[in-house]
């Protein structure tokens, strides 16, 4: 009786095994082949992914949303700045997720924008990208901010 109990546990063990090898190999193939860009954004060395720079594009789901987006030439969205604050502006840098990102809403009406015309003499630059957490937005800050 033991012999066929060690039997049936190695067979369950093999055929629990060559699941989980084929499960892995049809991820890898997925993730090689399928494409998941929607087209806004490309790779990034230092954290992974940004908006495609000097993008201007409508973006829409029916019945949900349609805005109109603008990043800039670094590939972040608004628009683009100079390296060296202009005396006069208090400069803010904003790093989020999507919520931040904000491509549902138009570039005009995103919440840096809304920021810049409540605070006077302030600039308010958007880092966000949809899809990031805490390590990503934290070599956001480190390499572009």
Known sequence: MSQRLTFIAVRIGLLATSLCIAFIGIEVAVRLLVPE?????????????RMKP???RTMSQVGCYKSQIRTNSRGFMGD??????????????????SFLEGVHVDTDDMLTEQLEKLIPNSEHLNFGLGGQGTF???????HYI
């Open 37 to 49: 860009s929607t087209g806004i954004h490309i790779q990034d060395p230092h954290i992974g992914k």
């Open 54 to 56: 000097n993008m201007n």
């Open 80 to 97: 683009d700045f100079d390296d060296a604050k202009p005396e006069e502006l208090q400069r803010f840098a904003h790093v989020g997720d």
């Open 136 to 142: 990503p937005e934290y070599l956001t800050y480190r």
